[in-house]
């Protein structure tokens, strides 16, 4: 992240001494990036991180994954996937590429402890509320909170009931939009948000245990290690690097006088990659403004977009409905529902949330997300069922 926390105690400078009341030393741990030359956190742990006492390969469900030929618009209904069991290892597996897999998953169930150690995730709460339990601390959540994770912190999903998530996994980073920060990593005043509407964990979570399993994913498959004590025992941290939470309710739209391009929502960046915040606006006060969009290509890259609250008024009357994915990809021109350019003309406001991730290279289909495929979608622009 681009500022500063120090959470929990610490000794007065980094790399020297700090002792437990029984006068052993606190086992520092330093987690960076791009090998230590970028955003990194030091964590002070009672036991040793790297203490492990067994190891094994754990195999996750398979999904096949198939090209999307031949190429058209699709419309995968997330309500039809049901309720999963756990809310990590049965992630519904929907779409991905070689740099990115987008996931959804609904469970009530407390996960696993888990860690990627191949990238960053952002999980976008749909619906539901709990705790996203880390070492680092704690981050409680409700719906419409965006959760990033940095690669490799272990963590759990805790919810108070049912909770629906989408799941956007990376292969690198992911974190505010460049153009939105300042050469030291200040937010500027151009942003949609800004630090104060940034949450991090502000008090250690400590728990004791020992022979804890934790699941991780990693560069040639999962393993499932067991470690001599549980990971939950930082007593202190400071850095740039931790869990954090961004709300959608928090992103302020960027209006114009005729329609604005999709940058304006622009919310986080990743490895090849954008996710993208549409919410409740104003919209477009020219008197011969169409508030909705023009039809449109984008020649490099794959448009995905969640619906998750109010009436997204472009696509009226093609049945997307709340949790409704739609897949536009590059080499189709999509555009607004027949008849809703006109249909919006006059209107000052749309009520309509949703997230949007834009991919520079194409998108597969994976088995879960063709399981729940409305197929007539793709001919709703001309008005017929196929």
Request: net charge negative.
């Given at each position: 992240?681009?500022?500063y926390?120090?959470?929990?105690?610490?000794?007065p400078?980094?790399?020297?001494?700090?002792?437990?009341?029984?006068?052993?030393?606190?086992?520092?741990?330093?987690?960076?990036?791009?090998?230590?030359?970028?955003?990194?956190?030091?964590?002070?742990?009672?036991?040793?991180?790297?203490?492990?006492?067994?190891?094994?390969?754990?195999?996750?469900t398979?999904?096949?994954?198939?090209?999307?030929?031949?190429?058209?618009?699709?419309h995968?209904?997330?309500?039809?996937?049901?309720?999963?069991?756990?809310?990590?290892?049965?992630?519904?597996?929907?779409?991905?590429?070689?740099?990115?897999?987008?996931?959804?998953?609904?469970?009530?169930?407390?996960?696993?402890?888990?860690?990627n150690?191949?990238?960053?995730?952002?999980?976008?709460?749909?619906?539901?509320?709990?705790?996203?339990?880390?070492?680092?601390g704690?981050?409680?959540?409700?719906?419409?909170?965006?959760?990033?994770?940095?690669?490799?912190?272990?963590?759990?999903?805790?919810?108070?009931?049912?909770?629906?998530?989408?799941?956007?996994?990376?292969?690198?980073?992911?974190?505010?939009?460049?153009?939105?920060?300042?050469?030291?990593?200040q937010?500027?005043?151009?942003?949609?948000?800004?630090?104060?509407?940034?949450?991090?964990?502000?008090?250690?979570?400590?728990?004791?245990?020992?022979?804890?399993?934790?699941?991780?994913?990693?560069?040639?498959?999962?393993?499932?290690?067991?470690?001599?004590?549980?990971?939950?025992?930082?007593?202190?941290?400071?850095?740039?690097?931790?869990?954090?939470?961004?709300?959608?309710?928090?992103?302020?739209?960027?209006?114009?006088?005729?329609?604005?391009?999709?940058?304006?929502?622009?919310?986080?960046?990743?490895?090849?990659?954008?996710?993208?915040?549409?919410?409740?606006?104003?919209?477009?006060?020219?008197?011969?403004?169409i508030?909705?969009?023009y039809?449109?290509?984008?020649?490099d890259?794959?448009?995905v977009?969640?619906?998750?609250?109010?009436?997204?008024?472009?696509?009226?009357?093609?049945?997307?409905?709340?949790?409704?994915?739609?897949?536009?990809?590059?080499?189709?021109?999509?555009?607004?529902?027949?008849?809703?350019?006109?249909?919006?003309?006059?209107?000052?406001?749309?009520?309509e949330?949703?997230?949007?991730?834009?991919?520079?290279?194409?998108?597969?289909?994976?088995?879960?997300?063709?399981?729940?495929?409305?197929?007539?979608?793709?001919?709703?622009?001309?008005?017929?069922?196929?």
């Amino acid at each position: 992240m681009p500022y500063y926390r120090s959470v929990g105690e610490l000794p007065p400078k980094r790399h020297t001494q700090f002792r437990q009341p029984d006068g052993s030393l606190y086992a520092e741990e330093l987690m960076g990036q791009e090998g230590f030359s970028s955003d990194s956190s030091l964590l002070y742990h009672r036991y040793l991180p790297t203490a492990i006492v067994a190891a094994e390969e754990y195999e996750p469900t398979a999904w096949t994954r198939i090209p999307n030929k031949p190429l058209k618009p699709r419309h995968l209904v997330t309500a039809k996937l049901g309720e999963q069991t756990d809310p990590i290892l049965d992630r519904q597996h929907l779409l991905a590429n070689a740099d990115c897999r987008i996931s959804y998953v609904a469970s009530s169930r407390t996960s696993v402890l888990y860690r990627n150690a191949i990238g960053d995730e952002c999980l976008y709460v749909e619906a539901g509320s709990g705790r996203l339990e880390t070492t680092f601390g704690v981050l409680e959540f409700t719906a419409g909170d965006y959760l990033i994770v940095p690669t490799s912190v272990i963590y759990r999903v805790v919810p108070d009931g049912l909770v629906k998530m989408l799941v956007v996994e990376a292969t690198g980073h992911i974190g505010p939009p460049k153009r939105y920060l300042s050469v030291r990593g200040q937010f500027l005043e151009h942003s949609p948000y800004c630090e104060r509407d940034v949450r991090g964990p502000s008090a250690p979570l400590l728990e004791d245990g020992s022979d804890v399993d934790v699941y991780v994913q990693h560069r040639t498959g999962w393993t499932k290690f067991t470690y001599a004590h549980h990971p939950f025992d930082v007593v202190g941290w400071d850095g740039h690097m931790y869990p954090w939470a961004f709300s959608i309710h928090d992103f302020e739209p960027i209006t114009g006088r005729v329609h604005q391009p999709p940058p304006v929502h622009q919310t986080f960046q990743g490895p090849n990659f954008v996710i993208c915040s549409f919410v409740p606006r104003k919209v477009d006060y020219h008197p011969l403004a169409i508030p909705v969009p023009y039809n449109h290509h984008n020649v490099d890259s794959d448009e995905v977009l969640f619906y998750t609250g109010g009436n997204y008024e472009a696509r009226k009357g093609s049945g997307i409905a709340q949790g409704s994915i739609s897949l536009h990809p590059s080499g189709f021109t999509h555009g607004p529902q027949p008849g809703a350019a006109e249909g919006s003309i006059g209107a000052d406001y749309f009520d309509e949330t949703a997230v949007m991730v834009d991919t520079f290279r194409p998108l597969d289909l994976c088995e879960p997300g063709l399981s729940v495929e409305d197929e007539n979608y793709a001919w709703t622009w001309a008005q017929r069922k196929i």
